[in-house]
């Protein structure tokens, strides 16, 4: 037991002096691996912003008008809702969207631009839609609020399709977010420079200490001679 404690403690002293050797190596690399991924996402990647729409999705024209809200009621609506989540992002609505806004795309890049999401439990979804433009980012988001507004009228014959919230311009993207790519560069600088540092002294089996002729040879150093200066 005593022997296996001495073997892990000298290990753990051989990887210590390894990182010794080499922390230049190591803080080298980590500091291009940060400044490279900074200079990227500063300077190279374009900002992504996101604006936001909600829409409420109401009851079928054939609700009783005056009747009470049952449960089921509820619940259709919101089954209706992964429906209206659908529609949002069929073609239909994607190609009015693109001629009313004179846009340069295809349907399916729109369709890439826009997610759609259901509040639990609730009778809205949002509509966002990504863009390195925010202006053009929320004029889209609008846009498709209301072209799915009259087309859910018509298709589902929804009676009261609502937009709560309409879009506004965002001010600061969504991503590339700078500091956590600088901080995953970092950690990975790190990792990697460390696993170059064990490769290297794995594969060196040169004789360099005499700590070395005790851990590779098994043998005991009875003495040292001190390399001496040419006198001039």
């Not at 799915?148 to 506004?168: E, I, S, Y």
């Amino acid at each position: 037991m005593e022997l296996r404690e001495q073997e892990m403690e000298l290990d753990l002293r051989e990887y210590i002096y390894m990182i010794k050797k080499r922390l230049w190596f190591i803080i080298l690399i980590t500091i291009l691996a940060i400044t490279s991924s900074g200079m990227v996402s500063f300077f190279v990647l374009d900002p992504i912003y996101q604006a936001t729409t909600t829409v409420m999705v109401g009851k079928p024209v054939s609700y009783a008008e005056g009747s009470q809200l049952q449960i089921q009621d509820l619940n259709l609506n919101q089954r209706l809702a992964r429906t209206y989540g659908e529609i949002v992002q069929s073609r239909v609505v994607s190609e009015e969207v693109i001629f009313q806004l004179g846009l340069d795309i295809t349907p399916g890049q729109l369709k890439e631009k826009t997610s759609v999401n259901l509040v639990k439990d609730t009778e809205f979804i949002t509509i966002s839609v990504t863009d390195t433009n925010p202006e053009k980012a929320a004029n889209i988001a609008n846009n498709l609020a209301e072209v799915f507004k009259k087309q859910v009228m018509d298709m589902m014959r929804v009676d009261n399709v609502q937009v709560l919230d309409d879009a506004v311009v965002p001010t600061s993207p969504i991503k590339p977010n700078k500091i956590m790519n600088m901080a995953i560069a970092g950690v990975l600088g790190m990792m990697v420079s460390l696993f170059i540092v064990f490769l290297l002294e794995y594969m060196d089996n040169t004789i360099k200490s005499p700590e070395d002729i005790s851990r590779h040879l098994g043998l005991n150093v009875i003495g040292t001679i001190p390399m001496m200066e040419d006198e001039q």
